[in-house]
């Protein structure tokens, strides 16, 4: 075998491991290997701050055994849906994990475990108003990520949630605002009786 053909072959190798380094770091690389669900209904809307969401995974046992041996730790977030991606380019989808911005919001990160887990979680108060679903990412030892699952179909269309944020109102300022224009309007129809009463004595006099 000659320099030339042993060159060949080797440029050939680099390539694919470089392929395949890169792979391993985009979504589309991961095996779906997780199944989750989360607890809100399609279309149903949750106020930050105020409700509790329960999110449960498993391993998917139609994987062969064996598959998730080097699964140590997983990471649930929540995930921004397309309609709410729509002209905002920092929460962009992007197949690259180190560039994606769909899942933003960390919800729990517990060790991995093949059977059935639970997490209830109260929604932060700081979640921006928006239409999201539920992600779970698996990492190995090295904190890398190996496989992921997710609440909703590929297209990410199915088993959305809307979340409605904090306004900044609350029932205790709007009372006291009421009780401070009441008091105003009191005060104006006070004031003006007293200057009504006053000049009619000027008069008298």
Request: with cysteine.
């Amino acid at each position: 075998m000659g320099h030339a053909t042993i060159l060949f072959l080797a440029l050939i190798s680099l390539s694919f491991f470089a392929l395949s380094c890169y792979a391993s770091g985009t979504l589309s690389a991961l095996p779906k290997s997780l199944l989750v669900t989360s607890s809100p209904k399609a279309g149903q809307v949750l106020k930050a701050g105020e409700v509790n969401m329960t999110v449960t995974w498993s391993f998917n046992k139609t994987f062969p055994d064996g598959t998730d041996s080097a699964y140590k730790t997983v990471k649930v977030k929540l995930c921004y849906a397309p309609i709410s991606q729509k002209d905002r380019g920092w929460r962009k989808t992007e197949d690259e994990l180190k560039k994606d911005r769909t899942c933003q919001h960390k919800i729990v990160t517990k060790p991995y475990s093949a059977s059935t887990n639970s997490f209830t979680w109260a929604i932060a108060r700081d979640i921006p108003s928006a239409t999201y679903f539920v992600r779970a990412y698996v990492f190995d030892a090295k904190d890398k990520e190996v496989a992921y699952g997710q609440a909703t179909d590929a297209a990410k269309k199915t088993n959305l949630f809307e979340v409605e944020a904090i306004t900044g109102r609350h029932a205790s300022l709007d009372i006291a605002s009421v009780c401070f224009s009441i008091f105003a309007i009191v005060s104006l129809a006070g004031f003006f009786y007293l200057e009504k009463r006053k000049a009619r004595t000027s008069q008298q006099k």
